[in-house]
């Protein structure tokens, strides 16, 4: 859980981003330029910063942390790799001329999606980053109702307002696997979007909360109670097969 542990502010685009990218859609070309850089161990947290002009500007990431936001990949399925992938931060800026005209992209999304393969083509090009899929047995959790039913308010409520963010379903799946640590299979066949409101504490006691702000006075349960008393969710242990990246390949970059 590197990567979802290090990055303390991610500052992206509030919809659900998609793994695969429109096949009517010509493949993004690489970064025009790219810096690749160590980064100062006095600057503490780490942020993705990707606004709509064909620019990215990162800093503080590991490689590893890089490699599941660029590929949409829950940190447990990224395998193998040397050590330094997961402890040594790197600061990126980057800019694409062919995404500096915001006519050149169709939908939010799709722009996401455009700079995150630019990011792959960069892993590969400096890093020498290769990888393979394969399917394994891995620990994960089943997400399931519970006998209660959902707990959270759907967006298409009339205009009616409740406390949370709206959030699509497919995002509240994948915030679930970060908290909880391991992937998660949805057994429950929902879509749409959400009120999301989430409070409870961690494995070390510290208040905190999905789609909502930390109650100090009141933490709340554990996460798996708190999925189940407030989601109206079930979180349960089990092995499945799933899709992972393992890494053949990798060195530390090259000069800029």
Known sequence: MAFFRSV???????????????????????????????????????????????EISIQGMTVRSLIAFAYDLHDERLLGGP???????????????????????????EYMEDQKIRIRLLLADRFGLKLHNERRQEP??????????LKMPPASNGGKQFEGSITPW????????????????????????????????????????????????????SLFTAVQEQMGLRLQPGKA????????????PSEN
């Not at 685009?13 to 330029?33: H, M, N």
């Not at 997961?86 to 600061?91: F, N, R, V």
Request: glycine share 6%.
């Open 8 to 54: 303390v502010a991610l500052l992206l685009f509030s919809c659900y981003l998609p793994s695969l990218q429109a096949q009517s859609r010509p493949a993004p070309q690489p970064f025009d330029v790219a810096s690749v850089t160590p980064h100062d161990p006095k600057i503490l947290g780490a942020t993705i910063r990707i606004p709509a002009r064909g």
């Open 170 to 221: 497919l995002l509240i799946v994948r915030q679930l696997e970060i908290k909880a640590g391991r992937p998660i299979i949805d057994k429950t066949n929902i879509k749409g979007a959400y009120y999301l409101r989430l409070r409870y504490t961690t494995l070390d006691g510290h208040p905190a909360a999905i789609g909502t702000t930390p109650d100090d006075s009141n933490p709340g349960p």
């Open 241 to 252: 097969s799933v899709d992972v990246l393992v890494v053949d390949a990798i060195n530390k």
């Open 140 to 149: 994960v959790y089943f997400l399931t109702l519970t006998d209660a039913g």
């Open 83 to 109: 050590k330094w992938i997961g402890s040594d931060k790197y600061d990126i800026r980057a800019k694409s001329l062919e995404e500096s005209d915001p006519a050149s992209h169709h939908t939010q999304s």
